[in-house]
């Protein structure tokens, strides 16, 4: 999961493994794999990041289980 900010300013925690695509148009939009799209205010490319970090945190974990 990773934490995003709606255009508004509201905070959101956003399944990382349903993103679909991200696209700028000029504003962030995410699009999810149920059909939801959320507009926010990071970058696709801080999105991207969130999205490796959050990636990384479940392998380390997994690794650390065996």
Request: proline share 2%; glycine share 4%.
């Amino acid at each position: 999961m990773i934490q995003l900010t709606k255009l508004h300013g509201e905070k959101i925690v956003v399944n990382a493994d349903l993103i679909e695509f991200v696209e700028e148009t000029p504003d962030t939009l995410i699009s999810t794999a149920a059909g939801k799209k959320m507009l926010v205010k990071e970058s696709a490319e801080k999105v991207v990041e969130l999205v490796i970090e959050y990636k990384q945190k479940c392998l380390n974990f997994a690794k650390k289980r065996r």
